[in-house]
């Protein structure tokens, strides 16, 4: 299906353990981003990037990894998992940098014990 | 941190206009002003942007005060489906303006009620 996806959509994991979050999209947008959404926070950027092998750290970019092979897909890997990684993660893409408009994925809710 | 404030939760009757204000009173010349709306369990989803002007769209209307320092969401016939969380967001420029990023607030969470 065209669009923006996410896997897995729920994702239990213990500390200490390593994660991969999945986001494809099948726009070919050039732009791609991650973030992390938290009671009493506003959406917050993980890291983007604005091509293949083309990555940036965003604003709590602590604790995480990215990749991007290629155009479509965005890993987002936690390399040691802690407690307070536990949040929900959107996936985000968009045309260009000027472009207005991001197209959300569905979200994945990672919890950490 | 947030460069806007909304209030934590409105209502509105189905049919009706709603109406969700946005303060930004920091805002900068060169930065826009985007609504995006959250349904439940849901990625947020655009739904307008401004800098001065007011705008309007198949969704809503955006309307600017003339000192830019806060806004109003205009869903002029909202129905159950437009309830929802809605952000008001500050795109800010950085890196001499190669990059934006939006900063994100806390919404208001709009309840349209039958």
């Known amino acids: 299906d065209a669009g923006i996806t996410q896997s897995p959509r729920y994702k239990i994991t213990e500390t200490g353990r390593q994660v991969t979050l999945m986001c494809h999209q099948t726009w070919s947008h050039s732009y791609m981003f991650w973030y992390r959404q938290d009671l009493g926070h506003g959406l917050r950027l993980i890291y983007y990037s604005a091509a293949a092998d083309i990555t940036d750290k965003g604003e709590v970019p602590d604790g995480y990894v990215v990749s991007r092979s290629k155009t479509e897909n965005f890993p987002l890997t936690l390399e040691s998992a802690t407690r307070s990684q536990t949040s929900v993660y959107f996936c985000?893409?968009?045309?260009?940098?000027?472009?207005?408009?991001?197209?959300f994925g569905p979200g994945t809710r990672l919890t950490v014990l | 941190d947030a460069k806007t404030t909304q209030p934590t939760s409105m209502d509105c009757a189905e049919g009706r206009a709603a109406n969700l204000p946005c303060n930004h009173s920091t805002i900068s010349g060169n930065e826009y002003v985007y609504w995006y709306r959250q349904i439940h369990s849901q990625g947020p989803q655009y739904i307008i942007h401004g800098l001065k002007n007011n705008e309007t769209n198949e969704m809503a209307s955006l309307i600017i005060t003339e000192d830019r320092k806060s806004s109003t969401l205009i869903l002029p016939h909202a129905t159950l489906r437009d309830t929802a969380v809605y952000y008001c967001i500050v795109r800010v420029l950085y890196n001499a303006g190669n990059n934006r990023k939006l900063i994100w607030g806390l919404g208001t969470s709009l309840a349209v009620n039958p």
């Open positions: 985000a893409s968009t045309l260009a940098v000027t472009y207005n408009e991001q197209f």
